[in-house]
């Protein structure tokens, strides 16, 4: 079966705690980001935890991009999906940077549907 979609995890380390305990800094991080990508945005949602961290989603018509922050450990975990023409690349790009992030691991997948495992 062809796939049906991307599905992006990426991991940012040795980032500027400050940008990522930061509601509004990691919300226009993000939305700049599904904008660089090409992807349609329909809405977002974020929220600040007590002490620190951000944990938020763009919603867009190709799928989704979300986020959550750990300033302590200077690490965020970002999931960008999805099934139409979009640079993931280019948004995370803009997410490396606007973290500035030393580092960066992703894993891609291709959706649709995955094997499943036998016991």
Avoid: K, N
Avoid at 102 to 115: D, I, K, N, S
């Amino acid at each position: 079966m062809t796939p049906l979609g991307r599905h992006l995890l990426a991991e940012f380390t040795g980032c500027e705690a400050a940008a990522l305990a930061d509601l509004d800094r990691v919300r226009s991080a993000m939305l700049t980001a599904a904008t660089a990508s090409g992807a349609t945005i329909i809405t977002d949602s974020f929220h600040h935890f007590s002490p620190y961290g951000v944990s938020g989603a763009v919603i867009i018509a190709e799928s989704h991009l979300a986020i959550h922050t750990w300033p302590e450990h200077r690490f965020a975990a970002v999931d960008f999906f999805s099934c139409g023409a979009v640079d993931m690349d280019r948004g995370l790009a803009v997410l490396h940077t606007a973290f500035s992030a030393t580092g960066e691991t992703r894993l891609a997948l291709e959706r649709g549907p995955l094997r499943t495992l036998q016991p």
